[in-house]
């Protein structure tokens, strides 16, 4: 192997590989960091269902409220 490969051979793994290798994890980590089309249309459902459940909620607390006077303090 010639000594200017070699030299060559040297420089790319002390500086360019560790650089490469830093910035395509970086990469990967802002990929990694959004959400997908799948994840904010799971979480568009999820808060949908959320909404639901609170309105249902109020509702049987109303009807709670009426059909049995006090029922929050006898936990």
């Given at each position: 192997?010639?000594?200017?490969a ?70």
């Amino acid at each position: 192997m010639p000594e200017g490969a070699f030299v060559v051979a040297v420089i790319f793994l002390a500086i360019v590989a560790p650089i490469w290798i830093v910035l395509h994890y970086v990469t990967k980590w802002r990929i990694a960091k959004t959400l997908s089309a799948d994840d904010e249309q799971m979480l568009a459902d999820l808060w949908h269902s959320a909404g639901q459940m609170e309105d249902r909620i109020r509702q049987l607390e109303r009807i709670l409220d009426s059909e049995v006077p006090g029922w929050r303090s006898k936990s």
